[in-house]
């Protein structure tokens, strides 16, 4: 029970950092749009409206944390078995990872407006995402890796 803990611990440390990526972008596109139109005015941007904003940057960090808590979630009650093998442990989290970071395309389609640029971004970062969380798993699950093989 204490591993399993430490893997979902783990998971969602592992989400929150992830999350905080697309979450700090939003949030530094946010202020950059709030300075240009206190110099030069309005310029029509999603991002002059503070709630979108605020939905892109905690709606990020959301999508983060739901891809962790699942991913720690699953590898903490997993069979040994998978676990201990490298590949499978890969394609789980790479499914994983690439499933869930869909929400991010949900988030920037809600908070954009209907813009298709930051909607085609997180498409094409959905196979980057899975691909981070397939290399970070055996870090998350390192708990309930037998220790010789975790070094």
């Known amino acids: 029970m204490k591993t399993s803990r430490a893997v979902l611990r783990r998971g969602l440390v592992f989400g929150l950092r992830a999350g905080a990526i697309p979450a700090g972008a939003s949030a530094v596109l946010w202020m950059m ?31 983060g944390a739901a891809i962790g808590a699942v991913t720690g979630a699953v590898l903490a009650y997993a ?29 920037m389609a809600v908070s954009s407006d209907g813009g298709y640029g930051p909607i ?28 010789a093989r975790h070094l």
Do not use: K, N
């Open 33 to 63: 749009v709030a300075v240009t139109r206190w110099v030069h005015g309005p310029s029509g941007s999603t991002f002059e409206d503070p709630p979108r904003a605020a939905l892109a940057v905690v709606g990020s960090l959301a999508v």
């Open 79 to 107: 069979p040994q078995r998978l676990l201990s093998s490298a590949p499978l442990r890969a394609v789980l989290c790479f499914a994983i990872g690439g499933t869930l970071s869909s929400g991010e395309v949900v988030v």
């Open 120 to 147: 085609l971004l997180a498409l094409a970062a959905m196979p980057v995402v899975g691909v981070v969380t397939a290399a970070r798993g055996r870090e998350i699950a390192a708990a309930r890796l037998p220790a």
